[in-house]
């Protein structure tokens, strides 16, 4: 029996989470359910993007993972679902699934058409529980949706490089737990385009000359201790996803700051870098 994962906005304080799992345990008895966060920043497309992209590849292939953000259906936010990279996603088509087509293409996508015989305001309890269980069966998407070849795009989830391939403008696209800011510029495409030249990057308060590949590496452990600087030194890093990350080096946002609120940075402001 395959994994089914729930990323959604729900949180903690209410019955969603609770109820979602209750109606696949209701389905599948034996069926393992992992949450991957239900902490998403409400309707916060971009977050999830970034999240559920970190976090897929580390199930096995075969798992079905239900997203739970923006899913109430409409017009304009129909449901799909997809087989990529040898896993299912079941979605709203609101632009989250974009980052992950950004990097492999989708073997198949479906338009979820089983709302005639489900009456639903809930549609992740209700819809997306019943094709995920589907899935988990063995069952195929054509049987709950009808074939479809695109889907929706998130605007400015891509950095631009300007003509001269000088200068890459990228932007905030999350913000962890630590208080860190996570840009979408690659490090693939740095050094595609900086082809080993020196660099800047900016982000309002915020100026690095230096990438690191740890969190560790900012430090001078030569020095001792106590005449070193350490806690509160901003960095620039490669973080684990590979994406540029403002930091501040062992962060506490509850209680001296962090490099969102110290550089002043939110979601979707600039983040550039300019070769010299």
Known sequence: MPFITLTTDFGEKDHFVGAVKGAIYSELEDIRIVDISHSISPFHSTEAAYIIQRAYKSFPQGTIHIIGIDSELNPENRHIALLLDGHYFVCADN????????????????????????????????????????????????VIGKPISEIKELVGIQPVVNNESTQIIGNVIYIDNYGNVVSNINKTLFDKVGKGRDYKITARRANFDVVHTHYSDAINFEIPKERREEDGKKLAVWNSAGFLELAIYKSNPTTVGSAATLFGLEFRDAVTVNFI
């Open 95 to 142: 632009g989250i699934i974009s980052m992950l087509t950004a990097e492999v293409n989708p073997e198949k996508i479906v338009e979820i058409n089983i709302h005639d015989r489900i009456f639903s305001n809930f549609p992740v309890l209700d819809v997306f529980v019943k094709v995920a269980c589907h899935l988990a069966r063995g069952g195929t998407l054509e």
